[in-house]
């Protein structure tokens, strides 16, 4: 129940081989100084941390939220390595019961940290002992059951909880205001990227070149997991395929083989993007119905491939459905149809801003 159960990153380990999950950890900065990006967060963040330190009192709550793979998980860790205090790590899912509960954070020793990734999908009977354990560091254990129950009030070693998610808009307000500090994490930048790759290049002791540091970071979506991912499979390209330097020409080469194109679109990313486009005319079309064509589950296109699709600017929700915008047909090597729907819906389209609903 302690351990990193549901944790992404596990999950990405385990179909990327026993020698991936070894340097995944490796791979990590381990001090604030060392995080790349997210200038604003780490700022806030060292004050926080800086000002508990000098109190010699812990943090108050840290909520983290942000898409998959920008490094809330890190940054957990990093928050207990800058405090030298314990990391208790466990997740949302994992929490089924008060009871689950009350077994952390009754063996809590003074100042730990404990991070529940996914904090959003905690039980709500855990969820309600949760908030009393935030604010009064106690929580109440009830003995029996039925009209002769009684809750025993155990008073707990203060702590500081780090909770993680990919969708705040799905905790409760009484649970987010419990929190002393609030930090959502963006997409990175291909620069920041950029570094990341060099750093991981280093400590994996792979010959990276810039222009190919350049060619990942540019199709890694803004995402440092998927630029590591991404990095570790070009280096077996290099190796087995070439000299064992990664340039830019080896990255392509590799890249492609992977099924990732120049805008960091995949297989799936494509499947979506076509069957839009070429199936039904660039919609509007359901989420269902689009989900059937390309052959996958609706919760894997609206939650794998929808997110960086729209962010992209290649497709756009609207209440009829998704449709594809001007730059999908061009990403494709399309024409663009000329029959449009009147209204367009901001900035998602082509390079004037102008998206496209088609019929």
């Given at each position: 129940?302690?351990?990193?159960?549901?944790?992404?990153?596990?999950?990405l380990s385990a179909l990327a081989g026993s020698d991936d999950r070894v340097v995944e950890g490796a791979l990590r900065p381990k001090r604030l100084a060392e995080l790349v990006g997210q200038d604003r967060?780490?700022?806030?963040?060292?004050?926080?941390?800086?000002?508990?330190?000098?109190?010699?009192?812990?943090?108050?709550?840290?909520?983290?939220?942000?898409?998959?793979?920008?490094?809330?998980?890190?940054?957990?860790?990093?928050?207990?390595?800058?405090?030298?205090?314990?990391?208790?790590?466990?997740?949302?899912?994992?929490i089924e019961r008060a009871g689950d509960l009350a077994a952390i954070l009754s063996t809590l020793t003074e100042g730990e940290v404990v991070f529940i990734d996914e904090i959003h999908r905690v039980a709500?009977?855990?969820?309600?002992?949760?908030?009393?354990?935030?604010?009064?560091?106690?929580?109440?254990?009830?003995?029996?059951?039925?009209?002769?129950?009684?809750?025993?009030?155990?008073?707990?070693?203060?702590?500081?909880?780090?909770?993680?998610?990919?969708?705040?808009?799905?905790?409760?307000?009484?649970?987010?205001?419990?929190?002393?500090?609030?930090?959502?994490?963006?997409?990175?930048?291909?620069?920041?990227?950029?570094?990341?790759?060099?750093?991981?290049?280093?400590?994996?002791?792979?010959?990276?070149?810039?222009?190919?540091?350049?060619?990942?970071?540019?199709?890694?979506?803004?995402?440092?997991?998927?630029?590591?991912?991404?990095?570790?499979?070009?280096?077996?390209?290099?190796?087995?395929?070439?000299?064992?330097?990664?340039?830019?020409?080896?990255?392509?080469?590799?890249?492609?083989?992977?099924?990732?194109?120049?805008?960091?679109?995949?297989?799936?990313?494509?499947?979506?993007?076509?069957?839009?486009?070429?199936?039904?005319?660039?919609?509007?079309?359901?989420?269902?119905?689009?989900?059937?064509?390309?052959?996958?589950?609706?919760?894997?296109?609206?939650?794998?491939?929808?997110?960086?699709?729209?962010?992209?600017?290649?497709?756009?929700?609207?209440?009829?459905?998704?449709?594809?915008?001007?730059?999908?047909?061009?990403?494709?090597?399309?024409?663009?149809?000329?029959?449009?729907?009147?209204?367009?819906?901001?900035?998602?389209?082509?390079?004037?801003?102008?998206?496209?609903?088609?019929?």
């Amino acid at each position: 129940m302690t351990g990193r159960t549901a944790d992404p990153d596990r999950v990405l380990s385990a179909l990327a081989g026993s020698d991936d999950r070894v340097v995944e950890g490796a791979l990590r900065p381990k001090r604030l100084a060392e995080l790349v990006g997210q200038d604003r967060v780490r700022d806030q963040l060292s004050l926080v941390l800086q000002g508990a330190l000098g109190r010699h009192r812990p943090p108050d709550h840290v909520l983290l939220s942000g898409p998959p793979g920008l490094g809330k998980t890190t940054l957990a860790m990093i928050i207990a390595t800058e405090l030298g205090a314990p990391l208790r790590i466990t997740s949302g899912p994992a929490i089924e019961r008060a009871g689950d509960l009350a077994a952390i954070l009754s063996t809590l020793t003074e100042g730990e940290v404990v991070f529940i990734d996914e904090i959003h999908r905690v039980a709500r009977p855990a969820e309600e002992m949760l908030y009393l354990a935030m604010e009064d560091f106690r929580v109440d254990v009830v003995v029996g059951k039925g009209p002769g129950a009684t809750a025993i009030p155990l008073d707990i070693a203060p702590f500081t909880l780090v909770g993680a998610t990919t969708r705040a808009g799905l905790l409760p307000a009484a649970l987010r205001d419990r929190f002393g500090f609030t930090a959502h994490l963006d997409f990175y930048e291909p620069a920041e990227l950029g570094i990341i790759v060099r750093r991981s290049a280093r400590l994996l002791d792979v010959a990276l070149r810039d222009d190919g540091a350049d060619e990942i970071a540019g199709r890694s979506r803004g995402t440092p997991r998927i630029a590591n991912r991404l990095l570790r499979r070009v280096r077996d390209f290099a190796e087995v395929r070439g000299d064992g330097v990664v340039t830019r020409d080896c990255a392509r080469a590799a890249l492609d083989l992977y099924e990732v194109d120049e805008s960091g679109l995949d297989r799936l990313d494509r499947a979506v993007l076509t069957a839009l486009v070429s199936r039904f005319g660039g919609g509007p079309v359901g989420l269902s119905t689009l989900a059937v064509a390309v052959g996958e589950e609706e919760a894997t296109v609206s939650e794998v491939a929808e997110p960086f699709l729209v962010r992209a600017g290649l497709i756009a929700r609207t209440p009829r459905g998704r449709v594809a915008t001007i730059a999908a047909w061009r990403h494709l090597g399309l024409p663009v149809p000329r029959r449009t729907s009147s209204g367009a819906l901001g900035d998602q389209g082509d390079q004037h801003g102008e998206v496209t609903l088609f019929d």
